[in-house]
T-cell receptor, first 114, second 116 residues
Framework: DAKTTQPPSMDCAEGRAANLPCNHS???????VYWYRQIHSQGPQYIIH???NNETNEMASLIITEDRKSSTLILPHATLRDTAVYYC???????????????FGKGTLLTVNP | GAGVSQSPSNKVTEKGKDVELRCDPI?????LYWYRQSLGQGLEFLIY????????KSGLPSDRFSAERTGGSVSTLTIQRTQQEDSAVYLC??????????????FGAGTRLSVL
């Protein structure tokens, strides 16, 4: 799986949009971008994933650049409960191999301030 | 519905003792995974179960670690002769599908193991 690079920490004001970047310059054509987050003392929580089109769900939006070498997770109206470590993961989604494993890096600690 | 349930939430044990950690996956999920998260570190894959297939044990750090999944549902991770370096949060996850882009893993809250 391709490696990802994320800033170690970011701050955001409550109610404002949080934009979390991720670089994955070595991503392959069949690799998806997944985002998970981990709130303190909890297990990781799935947020969103995408291949090349932008995606939106009830939690967040995922913007993937045209060359797919980077992406941005957007939390449109951050709340204090969104304070967590956010992980960007790229993974092949095909049959065979050990593609079920999730490889988490260090992620970005997002702190939402009142 | 209920999420992934793990028990106990915390376990303190003495070096050399055996421990068992339990995971109840989401009903209907065919795949089950164990990960370990040491203090300040990322998640480390341990083992994966899918239906009746042989489990992928490639992530188990030593032969003191073993896991089983009975009846395709509940799983138990056993650590024999615990060592201080085994101290970590042990996380269990399950997913409704294994392969493809929709392999979304749902995690439990974990068991925090402390070996004194």
């Amino acid at each position: 799986d391709a490696k990802t690079t994320q800033p170690p920490s970011m701050d955001c004001a409550e109610g404002r949009a949080a934009n979390l970047p991720c670089n994955h310059s070595t991503i392959s054509g069949n690799e998806y971008v997944y985002w998970y987050r981990q709130i303190h003392s909890q297990g990781p929580q799935y947020i969103i994933h995408g291949l090349k089109n932008n995606e939106t769900n009830e939690m967040a939006s995922l913007i993937i650049t045209e060359d797919r070498k980077s992406s941005t997770l957007i939390l449109p109206h951050a709340t204090l409960r969104d304070t967590a470590v956010y992980y960007c993961i790229v993974r092949v989604a095909s049959s065979g191999g050990s593609n079920y494993k999730l490889t988490f890096g260090k992620g970005t600690l997002l702190t939402v301030n009142p | 519905g209920a999420g992934v349930s793990q028990s106990p939430s915390n376990k303190v044990t003495e070096k050399g003792k055996d421990v068992e950690l339990r995971c109840d996956p989401i009903s209907g999920h065919t795949a089950l995974y164990w990960y370990r998260q040491s203090l300040g570190q990322g998640l480390e894959f341990l083992i994966y179960f899918q239906g009746n297939s042989a489990p992928d044990k490639s992530g188990l750090p030593s032969d003191r670690f073993s896991a089983e999944r009975t009846g395709g549902s509940v799983s138990t991770l056993t650590i024999q002769r615990t060592q201080q370096e085994d101290s970590a949060v042990y996380l269990c996850a399950s997913s409704p599908e294994v392969l493809g882009s929709k392999n979304i893993q749902y995690f439990g809250a974990g068991t925090r193991l402390s070996v004194l």
